[in-house]
């Protein structure tokens, strides 16, 4: 980062597309916010409001079949509001909403992300609505809570090793990232993209942070199956077409398990990066009422522990009881999230990436 | 009715120009062929005056009316023009009736109108029995009636031809001249007929434009063009003639491989290179006798000759090397190395004046 | 035949007074043209020499040419694209000749069969191919460690190889060669074999000296179609080629469209495919030069089948043998995929799932919006697209137009732009505000986030192959049966639409189908310009497959092929497009 002055923020970047055609960035209005708002509840008025627009438009990082299936808890919880969810990887959403806002398409009503750092820049450049749902005000502790109210953690997942039972012997079992080194391993492992998906984004700047750079420029050198989602390779060792992945969503694994593949976690002995992902309305949002109601109720012990339950994740509400028999994360050893650190290096953490492993 | 007038007509492509000031009248009613070798700027004559394409210079003019000039053109269906195509260009979805029906519909009628004129025209080409044909299952003679009717039920101002009968076998040709020719008196449209063969040209037209180069080389009624071609190209081109050549001795005659010969056409200037028009039958053929030859014979060796049924093609060659072609008759045999006396009949053989 | 009086007879006065539109028309379909091909090509190009603040700069080529992490694309690339046009030109020749010219038994179904891969989406058949190649859990090589018993992790494919990427472009671009090759055939007379036979010369010799050579530009054209298409395709290697770890050119422009998006150094990188794409086409143009074999006139009989005697059957059987490949072995993987809980086991009836299904109609909130997008663009860009290239390839045939030629060069033009590369320019020529040049201010054009921009990316893209199908189509109506039209009174636009249209009819049904299919599986440059509200199926299919949704991409993908069948099966019905055909070859 020597060159962080002068190097253009990712917001200048993010126009620079339309920018230089037409000369003029197509900005958003600054609003500084001084404080978090009062704590909202669920009114009555609020999903009549809701119901006359009738849909909402929720764009989401989350392996989609989760997504799709908390947007039908919350249709058969509150009929004639239809969710459309819009899913891609993290990374793949902040290009598409910085595109479309400017180009003054403003159709993303509510959104989730797994690259905390996003959420910096969106509130900085004034694109978030302070919402906060009495949930988050009364059950959330202050690091997973904007302390201006813009946004709330909405999910909390680690990016584990796991690998497929049938392929890799117990005695093989990798203990740890660098185990992974091995040249055993070659050609066995899959891996998602930090260029594509906040988590891997995320992971990657932890595992590079605190195991260094060299450990991907050797992991390179392996052979790796490389795919984009984080939720894709939990898929490809279920499949049995790789033996290993290397990063990924914890919570794809977990379903996989439940859906009856050979599956097994492992918590890395160098640490396992835990991502938290948030949530947020948009400012501009085409349904404000519809993904104000959305986002509310999706902070609810309801659906946080709905999201625990059919998607395995981790929730940062107090109340939410996690998942029966899963290791608890105060049992693993963690990596230290850092969404500030993750914003000033999403770049330059790409382009090593992509130096490293070609594509 | 109007007649229609090229008026310095010329169209370049590029660097070259397939037709090059051309100027011609043809009267109202007239049928004037555009008689030439392919390459000589007929058909893009006959292009030009059916506005598919514009002209680079002067201007084509119909009645009063200038339809064409290098600013403006009429597109062509507003010419009142009509066209018979050397494909015959008969539209495959369209069955006889149909297509012969098509430029009366283009002109509004009403049904009764145009099944009454469709039904007219086709008895006049005798294809009533076709009417409901499609293209594809008429013979070769019966589309080029089916075009030829279709280019006349809309009674053109003028009647456009290009090279109509090519695609017909011999016999059929013969037969379609005198088709066009009786459908041409009956109508009496002005008409336009372009071709290559000098046959047709003789039988159809009223005015025969022998073309070359891009340019009118001689205009003239049929007999004109044959009994008196004013350039070597014509007299090639129409009616096979020899084309021999001398040095002029004084104002009639021209002394050809030694012998003076007597011509007639025009007023010779002494000491120049003269040629000389004879057509192959306008030679009598002797076998050489002793002495000196009779005036306006000429000296030669039979090279060849064939027996054709009705005549025979002699090649005689001169004492300078040239080669006389001569249609004898069919009776009179002479041995191929054997020398001949060939007579020139002076009232037969025309001085050309290029 | 006096009674036909000629002072009764209308003469066309009225045409004479009204006004002749055709001149406004004609402009108005070349404005377009400079519109849907000059905007975006002109973005790509200012971009091209720009620095990220708008300045002048060759730093961009400099940046591409000097790094190595683009060299290799470039190089993979053309290594592909040379490898996929000599396997498209060696399998796919010799079956157009079978088809056309041989006795071999069932060539319809051949016919049919290459058509069902041609509607195959390339992406849509590397997916399928994943399934079944894949090294570990691909069916084929699971099959052959349960025949062999080899080791766990021995394989016999790896689909994603350069090998595999090669292999799979193939299978999906051959229909383009055999199209071509089998057409050509199609059209030479069965007299100027027969003159070869008569003069001695063996079925082989016949082949070798009169049949191949008049066939040679179809299949040199085939090649570079194949060539191109290879080139340009985005899907398969986006799929096969980044999981092995390496880039082709597109798949590199595309990631450089990922966060923070760089489309200078995109439109950078495409130059080199533009240069290579015309200096082929010159090329192409150059050594067939004037050798035009087309047949024109005379009548000429169906050409008489070469015998194969005992080989007829073993012909049929290798042909077959090959269809497994893009049609039998994929459409196999997928339908294994859709009803199955895990795509990588073969189902059987206790394992027979319906969950896919459900998900993809019930539960994916996309899917609805996502099918009524992509219908509607493709019936619009196949009717639009269609009566656009019928008239620009009209103009140019008939040179009705001064400029015809680069009405012709600008129709043809978008071949050399990669979808990808054309979906920026359009980005960036449609989204931007207000411009001000020289003074003059500019209205913003925001066409992002419609089905607009879509349209007019599809109708770009295909706008060079649909030209050329009609362009040939118009070359066979010959112009005299036109001018027959317009000298008996019909203005060019009458003559057209009552001639030139009825003629063309087959190849104009032809043309839409084309375009219809095209746009359905056209995935590169929607990659760049959906939004949510616009997103089409290729788009969501490719989104699923990121994520790994083997399942639901195989139901929609299945679906897709089903309607798009459905749609050409039914265009074809159109009456008269059959036996119009006939009649106009006479």
């Known amino acids: ?157 680690l990016s584990a090793i796991a690998y497929n039972k049938t392929l890799v012997k117990p005695e093989d079992v990798p203990k740890g990232f660098r185990d992974l080194l091995d040249p055993k391993w070659s050609g066995k492992m899959v891996k998602a993209h930090p260029s594509y998906s906040g988590t891997i984004m995320t992971a990657t700047h932890q595992t590079a942070r605190d195991l260094g750079w060299e450990y991907f420029e050797k992991l390179a050198l392996q052979k790796i199956m490389q795919v984009q989602s984080a939720a894709d390779p939990p898929k490809k060792i279920a499949l049995g077409e790789r033996a290993l992945m290397v990063d990924g969503g914890d919570y794809v694994v977990s379903i996989e398990i439940e859906k009856g593949a050979p599956l097994e976690l492992v918590y890395p002995v160098e640490g396992t990066p835990l991502i938290t992902g948030p949530s947020a309305v948009m400012k501009r949002a085409p349904n404000p009422n519809a993904a104000k109601l959305f986002y509310l109720w999706s902070f609810t012990q309801e659906a946080q522990q709905a999201m625990v339950d059919v998607g395995a994740l981790r929730s940062a509400h107090a109340l939410v009881k996690d998942r029966p028999g899963r290791t608890a994360l105060k049992d693993i050893k963690l990596m230290r999230e850092n969404a500030a650190e993750v914003e000033k290096q999403a770049d330059d953490i790409k382009k090593r990436y992509t130096h490293y492993f070609k594509v | 009715m109007a007649s229609v007038e090229l008026r310095g007509l010329t169209k370049r492509f590029g660097a070259t120009a397939a037709v090059d000031n051309v100027s011609l009248t043809i009267g109202d009613g007239n049928l004037v062929c555009l008689l030439g070798p392919s ?139 005198f088709e066009i020719r009786r459908l041409h008196d009956q109508f009496r449209t002005t008409a336009v007929y372009v071709t290559h063969d000098q046959a047709e040209a003789m039988t159809t037209a009223d005015v025969i434009a022998v073309m070359n180069g891009g340019r009118i080389e001689q205009l003239g009624s049929p007999e004109d063009v044959y009994e008196r071609p004013v350039s070597e190209f014509v007299a090639r081109f129409i009616g096979a003639s020899n084309v021999l050549k001398g040095q002029a001795i004084d104002r009639t005659q021209v002394a050809i491989a030694g012998v003076p010969v007597a011509t007639t056409g025009r007023a010779l200037e002494p000491g120049r290179e003269t040629a000389v028009a004879v057509r192959q039958h306008d030679i009598r053929l002797a076998p050489a006798g002793s002495g000196e030859p009779p005036a306006n014979t000429l000296r030669g060796v039979v090279r060849r000759q064939v027996f054709l049924g009705s005549s025979r093609d002699y090649i005689v060659e001169m004492q300078d090397g040239a080669e006389v072609r001569i249609a004898a008759p069919a009776d009179q045999s002479i041995t191929p190395g054997s020398a001949a006396w060939m007579h020139l009949d002076p009232e037969r053989c025309r001085a050309l004046t290029r | 035949m006096t009674r036909l009086a000629r002072s009764t007879l209308v003469q066309p006065e009225a045409t004479r007074l009204r006004l002749d539109l055709s001149g406004p028309v004609l402009a108005l379909f070349a404005a377009l043209l400079v519109i849907l091909v000059v905007l975006p090509i002109a973005w790509i190009a200012i971009f091209a020499f720009s620095t990220k603040d708008g300045g002048v700069t060759i730093a961009n080529f400099v940046a591409i040419f000097g790094d190595a992490e683009f060299q290799e694309p470039l190089v993979t690339t053309l290594v592909i694209a040379i490898s996929v046009g000599l396997i498209c030109c060696l399998v796919a020749a010799p079956m157009g000749w079978l088809v056309a010219r041989s006795d071999m038994p069932g060539r319809r179904l051949v016919r049919t069969l290459v058509t069902a891969s041609f509607v195959t989406p390339p992406f849509l058949g590397a997916i399928a191919w994943e399934l079944l190649a894949a090294p570990n859990s691909g069916l084929l090589n699971q099959a052959w460690r349960a025949i062999s018993g080899a080791a766990p992790d021995h394989h016999l494919f790896n689909i994603y190889s350069l090998g595999g990427v090669i ?25 100027l074999e027969d003159a070869s036979s008569m003069l001695g010369a063996r079925s082989w010799q016949t082949a070798r000296s009169i049949t191949i050579p008049m066939t040679l530009p179809a299949i040199l054209a085939g090649v570079l179609v194949a060539f191109l298409q290879a080139m340009n395709l985005f899907g398969s290697p986006a799929i096969l080629a980044i999981p092995a770890g390496f880039h082709t050119m597109t798949t590199k422009i595309w990631s450089l469209f990922q966060f923070p998006p760089k489309p200078e150094l995109a439109a950078a990188a495409a130059l080199p495919l533009l240069v290579l794409t015309i200096v082929l086409l010159r090329a192409q143009s150059a050594i067939l030069g004037q050798r035009s074999y087309a047949v024109l006139g005379g009548k000429y009989g169906a050409p008489r089948p070469v015998r194969l005697g005992a080989w007829r059957w073993p012909a049929l059987a290798i042909c077959l043998g090959l269809m497994l490949l893009p049609v039998f072995l994929p459409y196999g993987a997928l339908f294994n995929a859709a009803f199955s809980k895990v795509p990588s086991k073969l189902i059987t009836w206790s394992t027979l799932s319906l969950h896919n299904v459900h998900f993809t109609f019930f539960e994916l909130s996309q899917t609805w919006g996502v099918m009524r997008n992509t219908f509607l663009l493709a019936v619009l860009s196949g009717t639009v697209g269609t009566l656009l290239a019928l008239v620009i390839a009209y103009l140019v045939a008939r040179r009705a137009v001064r400029g015809h030629r680069w009405l012709g060069f600008l129709a043809t033009a978008p071949i050399a732009i990669p979808g990808i590369v054309l979906g920026v320019g359009l980005f960036l020529a449609y989204t931007r505000s207000w411009l001000s040049v020289a003074g003059v201010d500019i209205p913003p054009m925001i066409l992002y986030g419609t089905l607009w921009i879509l349209l007019i990316a599809y109708l770009t893209i295909e706008l060079p192959a649909s ?117 106009s070859q006479m």
């Not at chain 3, 050329?468 to 060019?492: D, K, N």
């Open chain 3, 167 to 191: 292999f799979v472009i193939s299978c999906y671009t051959f229909p383009y060669v055999f199209v071509l090759v089998a057409n050509a055939l199609d059209r030479i007379p069965g007299e």
């Open chain 3, 467 to 583: 030209y050329q199908q009609l362009g040939s189509a118009i070359q066979a109506v010959h112009p005299e049966l036109e001018e027959a039209s317009r000298i008996l009174g019909a203005t060019r636009l009458r003559a057209l639409r009552e001639i030139t249209a009825p003629l063309l009819l087959s190849g104009v049904v032809a043309t839409w189908c084309f375009i219809f299919v095209a746009v359905v599986r056209e995935l590169s440059a929607a990659v760049i310009l959906f939004t949510s509200d616009t997103k089409v199926l290729s788009v969501l299919i490719f989104d699923l497959k990121e994520s790994g949704d083997l399942g639901a991409i195989a139901v929609l993908g299945l679906m897709m092929l089903a309607i798009t069948t459905a749609v050409v099966w039914l265009a074809n019905l159109i009456p008269g497009a059959e036996a119009r055909r006939q009649a």
């Open chain 2, 39 to 177: 390459g000589c700027g007929k058909t893009t004559t006959l292009r030009l005056i059916a506005g598919f394409i514009e002209p680079t210079e002067g201007e084509i003019v119909v009645g009063e009316r200038v339809i064409s000039s290098p600013r403006r053109t009429l597109p062509p269906e507003q010419r009142m023009m009509s066209m018979i195509f050397q494909s015959y260009a008969l539209w495959p979805h369209m069955t006889a009736a149909e297509n012969v029906a098509y430029g009366l519909k283009i002109r509004g009628l009403d049904k009764a109108t145009v099944d009454a004129r469709v039904k007219a025209i086709l008895a006049v080409a005798r294809l009533e029995a076709l009417a409901g044909r499609y293209p594809s299952e008429l013979s070769g003679g019966q589309q080029q009636r089916v075009s030829l009717a279709r280019a006349l039920v809309v009674e053109p101002e003028t009647l456009l031809m290009d090279e109509p009968l090519s695609n017909l076998d011999a016999n059929l040709r013969e037969e379609m001249r």
């Open chain 1, 1 to 157: 980062m020597r060159n962080n002055i002068r190097r253009p923020s990712r917001r200048t970047v993010l126009t620079g597309a339309a920018a230089v055609a037409a000369g003029t960035a197509a900005g958003w209005p600054r609003v500084s916010i001084a404080q978090s708002p009062p704590a909202q509840e669920i009114t009555p008025a609020l999903i009549e409001a809701a119901k006359k627009e009738g849909k909402v438009n929720y764009y989401t990082s989350v392996e989609i079949k989760v997504a799709e299936r908390i947007a039908k808890l919350f249709e058969a919880k509150y009929p004639g509001i239809a969710v459309k969810v819009e899913r891609s990887g993290a990374e793949r959403n902040y290009q598409r909403i910085g595109q479309e806002y400017a180009s003054k398409i403003y159709n993303c009503d509510t959104l989730n992300s797994s690259d905390a750092a996003h959420f910096i820049v969106w509130k900085r450049d004034g694109l978030l609505e302070p919402v906060v749902p009495v949930d988050v005000a009364q059950h959330y502790a202050p690091e997973f809570k904007d302390a201006d109210g813009t946004y709330a953690t909405w999910r909390v997942m």
